[in-house]
């Protein structure tokens, strides 16, 4: 799991977490992306830059996933999946990443703000694959 750059950010949830930062986060199913699997998406947390996580099956805290960056263009960490299913999910996900990006960036500054109804607006505004 180690590497240079975004590999040297990789936080635990919370690892990092200051008792009184919040954090907002939604796992969104294939219904709201088009993707098979789960991304998690959050607000600013722990010590890493802006990212989501795909989880081809449930997520979990120590379920393996694949960490893709906000950077143009994302960058993809394996975190435990067998290679194949690795880079199937960054073939996938990666453009999905890049048509939200904005919107996710948005949601990882701006997220712990926002009421019930923002958060359901911005998931709904979430563009899916088809």
């Not at 998406?41 to 795909?54: E, L, Q």
């Not at 950077?71 to 993809?76: G, H, M, N, Q, W």
């Not at 960054?90 to 701006?110: G, I, K, Q, T």
Request: proline share 8%.
């Amino acid at each position: 799991m180690g590497g240079a750059g975004f590999g040297e950010e990789q936080a635990r949830f919370g690892a990092s977490q200051d008792a009184e930062d919040l954090v907002e986060m939604v796992n969104l199913p294939t219904k709201y992306t088009g993707l098979a699997g789960t991304v998690f998406i959050s607000t600013a947390m722990g010590s890493h830059g802006p990212r989501v996580k795909w989880f081809p099956g449930k997520p979990g805290r120590d379920v393996p996933c694949l960490t893709l960056t906000l950077e143009t263009p994302p960058r993809a960490l394996n975190e435990g999946l067998p290679a194949p299913i690795a880079r199937e999910g960054e073939r996938l996900v990666c453009p999905w990443v890049e048509s939200n990006r904005d919107a996710l960036l948005r949601f990882w500054r701006e997220g712990t703000s926002w009421d019930v109804d923002e958060v359901r607006a911005f998931v709904l505004g979430l563009s899916r694959m088809a």
